[in-house]
Nanobody
Framework: QVQLVESGGGLVQPGGSLRLSCTLS????????MAWYRQAPGKQRELVAS???????NYADSVKGRFTISRDNAQKTVYLQMNSLKPEDTAVYSC?????????WGQGTQVTVPS
């Protein structure tokens, strides 16, 4: 059974940094592209950043230059380093496959940047 577990969120002041982690279990990690998604209250889930099985990355325009996605295949973990955080980054952050989703989502991790 595939399981995704996110961690690392929290309350951070504008301009601060956080590093999110997501660990995948129940399947082979290295062959899948992965991504971070976020959903703010009252908004649809959006793709934040993706990383292919080969390490190629893509970012939403809103986070380019501030966020960095990376992966550690040995640890079956994908990371999201978030710098220069803004109030509009406030959301629940989740990870999943990309471009195809796994059948289940983790609980996500809350990131709050007060205005």
């Amino acid at each position: 059974q595939v399981q995704l577990v996110e961690s690392g969120g929290g309350l951070v002041q504008p301009g601060g940094s956080l590093r999110l982690s997501c660990t995948l279990s129940g399947t082979i990690f290295s062959i899948f592209g992965m991504a971070w998604y976020r959903q703010a209250p009252g908004k649809q889930r959006e793709l934040v950043a993706s990383i292919s099985s080969g390490g190629g990355t893509n970012y939403a325009d809103s986070v380019k230059g501030r966020f960095t996605i990376s992966r550690d295949n040995a640890q079956k973990t994908v990371y999201l380093q978030m710098n220069s955080l803004k109030p509009e980054d406030t959301a629940v952050y989740s990870c999943n496959g990309h471009p195809g989703f796994f059948s289940s989502w983790g609980q996500g991790t809350q990131v709050t940047v007060p205005s």
